[in-house]
Every structure is written in structure tokens, then in C-alpha cells.
């Protein structure tokens, strides 16, 4: 009798964790849906420099945003990310910025290291950093002090935050216009002339 009584002891006490961890799961998700709202890629490279597309369609700016380029044959997980970059070796090829507002952003990647695929972290709205994997899957990291934590272990210890591209005004775009066209005008007159 006692050890049965021991056996549901035990049974009720795994079943409790369960029980919460589905509470956290559930809590989670709405909050992680959101974090699906951040999409980064890369357009083209540029002088060296591979240039990123940023779209955050998650109602609301988010911080710290972390981009890393990462060689990788399969799935990038929060757990094996320090394996791609460990002490010592090569540092990753990133973008950072301190805040992204809602809606499109651009950027470049900084660094020596050239990986294949994508993966980024960055905080909500409410202080919860969120890793976004290679394939799109959604892993929380936690607080702040999670994230420090993870950027030492991947050699990034200080983040310099990236520059944004400088948007050319109407005036500029219109004087380069012109350049190129009397720079066509020009060829086309010197190749009459031969």
C-alpha cells in the first residue's frame, strides 16, 4: 500500500511539471507568433558586403535585432548556434541594430565570416529575446542576461550596431540621371565620330 502510494506520488508530481510546462508552452505562444513576423534575407553582395533585406511585421519594434550569417548544412537550433562559432575561431558575420520600427529595413552584413544561411535573435516589445532559426522556427531565449550570455559564447562580446544604408534624395537620383545620360550622350557621339 505504501508503495503504491509512492508510485502516485511520483506519477502526480511528473504530471504537475507537465502540467506547467504546457501552462509556459501556452503563455509562450502568442508571443512567438508574433516573433514570426521578423524576416531577414539576403539580397545581393555589394563590395564585399552581403546586403540584407529586414521585414517586421510583428505589430510592434524590436530591439537588439541580430542577424548571423552561418554556414550550415542543416537546421540551426538556439542550442547548437555556439558550436557554428566556437571561441577562438572565426566571428560571425553580422548586422546589428538596436531598434528595427515596424515595416522594411535594409542593411549589410559585417565581418570576415561567409555563411549560407541566416539566423537571427532580437527582443519584443516586453524584454523577451527570441531566436529565429534558419528554417523559420521560433525558439525563446529569455532575458537579457540570456542573450549576453549567448553572445559571449559565440565571440561577440561587443556588438557594434550596423549602419543603415544612406537612401539617396530625389535631387541626388535626378543629378545622377542626368550624368548618365549625357555619359550615354558622350559614348554614343565618340562611337559616331569613329
Same mark, same amino acid.
Given at each position: 500500500?505504501a ?9 502526480n508530481?511528473r504530471?504537475?511539471?507537465e502540467?506547467?510546462?504546457? @501552462?509556459q508552452?501556452n ?6 507568433s508574433a516573433a514570426? =513576423?521578423?524576416?531577414v534575407w539576403e539580397?545581393e553582395?555589394?563590395? =564585399?558586403k ?9 505589430g510592434q519594434a !524590436?530591439?537588439?535585432?541580430?542577424v548571423?550569417? !552561418?554556414a ?14 566556437? !571561441?577562438?575561431g572565426?566571428k560571425p558575420r /553580422?548586422?546589428?541594430?538596436k531598434k528595427v520600427?515596424i515595416?522594411g529595413?535594409e542593411?549589410s552584413?559585417?565581418?570576415? /565570416?561567409?555563411?549560407s544561411?541566416? !539566423?537571427?535573435?532580437?527582443a519584443?516589445?516586453?524584454g523577451?529575446?527570441w531566436f @529565429?532559426?534558419n528554417?523559420g ?5 529569455g532575458s537579457?542576461a ?6 559571449r559564447?559565440?565571440s561577440?562580446n ?6 543603415l544604408?544612406?537612401?539617396k534624395?530625389?535631387?541626388?537620383k535626378k543629378?545622377?540621371?542626368k550624368k548618365t545620360? @549625357?555619359k550615354?550622350?558622350?559614348?554614343s557621339s565618340?562611337?559616331k565620330?569613329e
Open positions: 500500500m508503495s503504491d502510494n509512492s508510485s502516485l506520488k511520483k506519477k508530481s504530471l504537475a511539471k502540467n506547467q510546462a504546457l @501552462k508552452a503563455q509562450d505562444l502568442p508571443a512567438a514570426a =513576423g521578423l524576416n539580397t553582395e555589394k563590395s =564585399g552581403l546586403q540584407l533585406k529586414i521585414d517586421n511585421q510583428t !524590436v530591439s537588439d535585432l541580430l548571423l550569417a !552561418v550550415a548544412n542543416g537546421r540551426i537550433t538556439l542550442n547548437s548556434l555556439p558550436s557554428y562559432f566556437p !571561441v577562438g572565426a /553580422y548586422f546589428y541594430r520600427a515595416g529595413a542593411g552584413l559585417t565581418g570576415a /565570416y561567409a555563411g544561411d541566416m !539566423v537571427c535573435l532580437f519584443d516589445a516586453s523577451v529575446y @529565429k532559426g528554417r522556427q521560433i525558439e525563446k531565449i537579457q540570456h542573450f549576453k550570455k549567448l553572445l559564447q559565440i561577440l561587443k556588438l557594434e550596431e550596423s549602419p544604408p544612406v537612401k534624395t530625389k535631387t541626388e543629378k545622377m540621371s545620360t @549625357k550615354t550622350e558622350k559614348q565618340k562611337k565620330a
